[in-house]
Nanobody, 118 residues
Framework: QVHVQESGGGLVQAGGSLRLSCADP???????????VAWYRQAPGKAREMVAV???????MYADSVQGRFTITRDNARKRVYLQMNDLKPEDTGLYYC?????????WGQGTQVTVSS
């Protein structure tokens, strides 16, 4: 059973920073390092969109809108993936979800709210 846990959201002023964390505390490290882990976000009235991806091979991908401002990193020993968000803008506001793709199946967390005030 996969337990995706997100944390780190909050309210911040434009230009500020937040760090989100995604973990599956019950998995063993040798399984976690094979996962693809991604962050998505959904703003009110909009579709869910991909923000950043961390692959098992160590690759990363970013949405154009966050390139250069957000950084996704992973700590396989701690079974965590982080999303460092700098220079936040009001349009970054939304519910941020962590997605773990494990052996071809997708697992989602409950989401953590990020609100950026202007």
């Amino acid at each position: 059973q996969v337990h995706v846990q997100e944390s780190g959201g909050g309210l911040v002023q434009a230009g500020g920073s937040l760090r989100l964390s995604c973990a599956d505390p019950r998995v063993i490290s040798s399984v976690f390092w094979q996962d693809t882990v991604a962050w998505y976000r959904q703003a009110p009235g909009k579709a869910r969109e991909m923000v950043a991806v961390s692959t098992s091979a160590g690759g990363t991908m970013y949405a154009d809108s966050v390139q250069g401002r957000f950084t996704i990193t992973r700590d396989n020993a701690r079974k965590r993936v982080y999303l460092q968000m700098n220079d936040l803008k009001p349009e970054d506001t939304g519910l941020y979800y962590c997605n773990i793709n494990r052996r071809g199946s997708d697992y989602w967390g409950q989401g953590t709210q990020v609100t950026v005030s202007s």
